[in-house]
């Protein structure tokens, strides 16, 4: 009898260390993975800021003007795009929210989604995170965007997105 109290004992006091140092492994594992997304996010802004500040708004239309001119700035937009490894999607959006560049579908009114609908409601926000959602082209991501200036009346004059794919941060989880 007293054999099988320590062996219960032993039994009961090895799962809760082992319980312990689980619960120690899923915090440490989830700061990880929180401190890479913020990596990611804080990176596609960087991204973004640079994007604001090198357009200008007269480009921001649909359809273009300058066929020439436009074809050069999504050129250049696939160039930033392609220095975040884990991005699928990037796009300038009018004040109206169709996309007048972009390396997905042009001139997409994207005024039923969320973000752009975030992006109309608040004036003081400048940057948005959004949750996910399927991408035109069919893929889950996170739409993270940053506001163009304004135009010369105050108003607002549209938004840079930039579409992160979620297999990436599933990738993070299978660590």
Known sequence: LLLSAYFTYSMQLAYLLEKQNAEIRVANTSFLIGEWIRGAFIATDYVLRDIVAEVPLSEIVYPAQDIEKHKSRSEYLEAKRKTLPNTILLGLFDKQCIVTHANSIVGFDASSRKYCQENLASHER????????????????????????????????????????LTFFLSLIHI
Do not use: M, W
């Not at 940057?127 to 009346?153: C, D, E, F, M």
């Open 126 to 165: 400048e940057t948005y995170i959004s949750h996910a959602h399927i991408s035109n082209q069919g893929r889950l991501n996170v739409t993270q965007t940053r506001k163009l200036p304004q135009g010369k009346s105050g108003e607002f004059s549209g938004f840079a997105a930039l579409g992160v794919d």
